[in-house]
C-alpha cells in the first residue's frame, strides 16, 4: 500500500526531503528537517541563494553559518535551482512569497509557478505540503488542479496534499520552527495523516485539523485577530493624543488586570510579511463571495495611515521649536519592520522616510542590522556612526526600537526626538525634547 510505504519511509527518517523557496520560511524549515537527520534539498530560483547555501553560509540571522555549513558538510543539506531533482523526492514543502498586488488581490503566482514546476515530478508516494500563507480553499482550488493535469494519480491514495502555516516570529529565541506547534490539515485525512507524522519526525508539536481549509483560516485567524488589536491601539494612541493623554502609560496600566486584557502597542504602521497582509488575503477572499470583511477593512485603512500620522507628529514637533520639516535633517532609527531583524518586508520605515522626502526633510538613517537600502523608493546606505548622526540632525525619530542601539547616547546627543515605539521610556518620562506617539 502507497501510504503504508511511505509511512515507513518517514518514521526510519529516510525520505528525501525538499523545501521549494529558501528565505525566511523555507531555510530554517531545511535545517530544522536536517537537524531531524533528514536529507534536504533546498529549491529556489535566486541563484545567489543557492550559492549561499552550497557555500555553508546563511543570509538569514536565525540560521546561523555554522549550523548551515555542518550540515552541508555532512551531506545532509544542498541547494540548487533544478526542479529536476525532485524525482528522488519523496516529501516537498512549498515555502514560496504570496505577496498583495497595488490592487489588494493576492498574487498566487508563486504558488502557481511552484506546482506547476513540481507537477512534472510528481510521483506515487510523494508528500507535499504548502506553507505559504494565502486564503482558504488555495491548497485544493490552485495546488491540486495543477498537480492533478500532469498525471491520473490520485489525492489520499497515490500522493499526498496538505497545508501547514508557517507560525514562526522572526527573531525570537523561546518559539522557533521546531518548538512552535504545527498545524496541518489535508485535503483528505489520509493526507493529514501523513503529512502530520513527516512533521512529527522533526518538529515537537503536531497540531492535525480536518482539512487544508482549516489550517488556511488558522493562520488567517492569528494574524487578523493582531492586526485589528494593534490598529485598535494605533487609533487609541491618536485619541489619547487629542486628550492629552499618554497612552503608553494607559496601556501599561490596562496591563496591570491580570485576566480579559491582552497588551498590544502603537507604532509607525504595522510590517513584516504576515500581520499587514494575511488578513487582506480572507478580506479579498470574502469580497468574491460577496461579503465584507468589515473589521479587517478599517483595521487596514487605520495601519495605512499610520506613517502619515507619525510624519505630521515629526513636523509638529519641528514646530514647535520654530523649525521647518522642508529642509531639516531627520535621522531614522531603525528600519527594520520589527527590533533585531533585518528583515524589510512590509516596514512603514520606508513610508516614513517617503512622505518626509516629499515634504523636502533631508533624511538618512541608522540601523545595526541594515548596512543599506535599496527597497522600492528608498535607497540610501547606513550613518555609520551613531554619535555622529545624531549629533548632525535636527530630529531623531525611533521608528524601531533594536535592543542594539544606545538610547541614553541618543537622549544625551539629539536636539529633538520623536519616539514611535517608547523606546526611550525610561530614560526621558518628561522631557520637553521628546515626543511620543
Known amino acids: 500500500m502507497v501510504k503504508d510505504e511511505i509511512m515507513e519511509l518517514i518514521n526510519k527518517r529516510r525520505a528525501n526531503i525538499a523545501i521549494i523557496g529558501l528565505g525566511y520560511v523555507g531555510l530554517p524549515l531545511a535545517v530544522t528537517f536536517a537537524n531531524a537527520g533528514f536529507n534536504v534539498t533546498g529549491i529556489d530560483p535566486i541563484q545567489e541563494k543557492v550559492d549561499s547555501i552550497n557555500r555553508g553560509e ?54 502557481a509557478n511552484a506546482s506547476e514546476s513540481l507537477a512534472p515530478y510528481l510521483h506515487r508516494g510523494m508528500v507535499i505540503v504548502l506553507e505559504s500563507s494565502t486564503y482558504p480553499g488555495t491548497t485544493r482550488e490552485l495546488v491540486l488542479p495543477k498537480l492533478s493535469e500532469c498525471c491520473d494519480l490520485k489525492v489520499g491514495e497515490d500522493f499526498f496534499l496538505a497545508f501547514s502555516p508557517e507560525r514562526v516570529d522572526p527573531g525570537r529565541t523561546d518559539w522557533t520552527t521546531y518548538n512552535t506547534p504545527k498545524v496541518v490539515g489535508g485535503i483528505t485525512p489520509a493526507c493529514t495523516e501523513v503529512s502530520a507524522a513527516w512533521y ?23 494574524n487578523t485577530f493582531r492586526m485589528i488589536n494593534i490598529s485598535m ?8 493624543d487629542r486628550l492629552g493623554i499618554d497612552v503608553w502609560e494607559v496601556i501599561d ?42 473589521f479587517i477593512d478599517l483595521a487596514s485603512e487605520i495601519d495605512s495611515n499610520m506613517p502619515r500620522y507619525v510624519v505630521t507628529k515629526i513636523q509638529d514637533a519641528l514646530n514647535r521649536y520654530k523649525k521647518p520639516l522642508n529642509g531639516s535633517k531627520v535621522l531614522v532609527l531603525g528600519v527594520a519592520y520589527k527590533p533585531n531583524v533585518n528583515d524589510l518586508r512590509e516596514s512603514p520605515a520606508f513610508d516614513v522616510i517617503h512622505l518626509l522626502q516629499e515634504k523636502g526633510a533631508l533624511v538618512s538613517y541608522y540601523d545595526p542590522f541594515v548596512p543599506e537600502v535599496d527597497y522600492e523608493f528608498v535607497r540610501m546606505n ?30 544625551e546627543k539629539a536636539q529633538l526626538i520623536f519616539d514611535a515605539r517608547n523606546a526611550l521610556k525610561n530614560i526621558a518620562k518628561k522631557s520637553p525634547k521628546v515626543f511620543k506617539l
Open 253 to 294: 496600566a490596562a496591563a496591570t488586570k491580570p485576566f480579559g486584557f491582552m497588551k498590544f502597542t502603537p507604532g509607525p504602521g504595522m510590517g513584516g510579511h504576515c500581520i499587514p497582509v494575511d488578513p487582506l488575503y480572507l478580506s479579498w477572499k470574502m469580497k468574491s463571495i460577496n461579503y465584507t470583511a468589515r
Open 233 to 240: 491601539v494605533n487609533e487609541l494612541a491618536q485619541m489619547c
Open 200 to 222: 512529527a519526525q522533526a518538529l515537537e508539536t503536531i497540531v492535525p485539523v480536518s482539512t487544508a481549509e482549516v489550517a488556511e483560516m488558522t493562520k488567517l485567524l492569528e
Open 58 to 111: 546563511s543570509y538569514i540571522l536565525d540560521v546561523p553559518n555554522s549550523v548551515v555549513r555542518k550540515h552541508v558538510e555532512a551531506g545532509r543539506l544542498r541547494a540548487t535551482t533544478d526542479y529536476s531533482l525532485l524525482t528522488e523526492i519523496d516529501a516537498v514543502s512549498i515555502c514560496v512569497p504570496t505577496p498583495l498586488r497595488k490592487t489588494g488581490d493576492p498574487d498566487l503566482s508563486f504558488i
Open 382 to 411: 547606513s550613518e555609520k556612526d551613531l554619535a555622529a548622526a545624531v549629533e548632525k540632525a535636527d530630529l531623531v525619530a525611533i521608528i524601531t526600537n533594536h535592543s542594539k542601539v544606545d538610547y541614553n547616547l541618543v537622549f
